[in-house]
């Protein structure tokens, strides 16, 4: 059978653009989107393929070359970041609105009954504050029944956190909740995130769920 070897090639060269493309986007669909940080690897090794045949690349299709000649410019595609670091995101929250939904796709992590504390919501003069205002902070403190359960917590943390640093896991999820998510679980919350923040220097991503407030401790410089 006779091949038209100019018109063959011309038309493969379509074929492996595509080609490439669909691997880049099943690598990114995979590392990023799935958690699966292998597939990351191989993308720079795809970038510079797509840069060789951007080189010869012919004028059919202007616009989508010139994407992704911006794409193969980009920092974030140069240096790709294998080992993405741990976050861990601590919760507190309220037992009568549930229990936080986990966004990570891991299916939850620890959760922690605050309810056996001392609750200073039953006092009228604190219905106004949260386990971040000082009058409640007092409370916990002088009454004590939070320090043997924050040990204990961190105990059980701490293991999970050196773990999933040691084996290069990106999420963990901790969720404290108490009667209303207002007063023992948010103090709670808020000593374990700075706890592990300091301790451990990552991210940590703290949610009052009740009190629709977010903060983030920032991973320590390396």
Known sequence: MPVDKPAFYATLRHFVLFRTMQ???????????????????????????????????????????????????????????????????????????????????????????????????KYERYNHYTGRDEPVIKFLEDDGEIFPFLDAAYRLVDASVKRYKDRGFTSLMVSFGCTGGQHRSVYAAEKMAEHINEKFGVEVRLIHREQNVERVLAEAEK
């Open 23 to 121: 691997v880049l986007g099943a690598y990114g669909f995979r590392g990023y989107f799935e958690k699966k940080p292998h597939f990351l690897q191989s993308i720079p090794f795809a970038i510079e393929n797509l840069r060789r045949l951007l080189k010869d690349a012919a004028d059919d299709y202007p616009y989508l070359i010139e994407v992704l000649h911006e794409m193969t410019e980009m920092k974030q595609f140069k240096e790709v970041n294998v080992r993405r670091p741990l976050v861990v995101k601590v919760y507190s929250f309220s037992f009568k609105k549930g229990i936080p939904a986990d966004d990570s796709g891991n299916g939850g992590g620890f959760v922690f009954d605050c309810r056996a504390v001392n609750n200073p919501g």
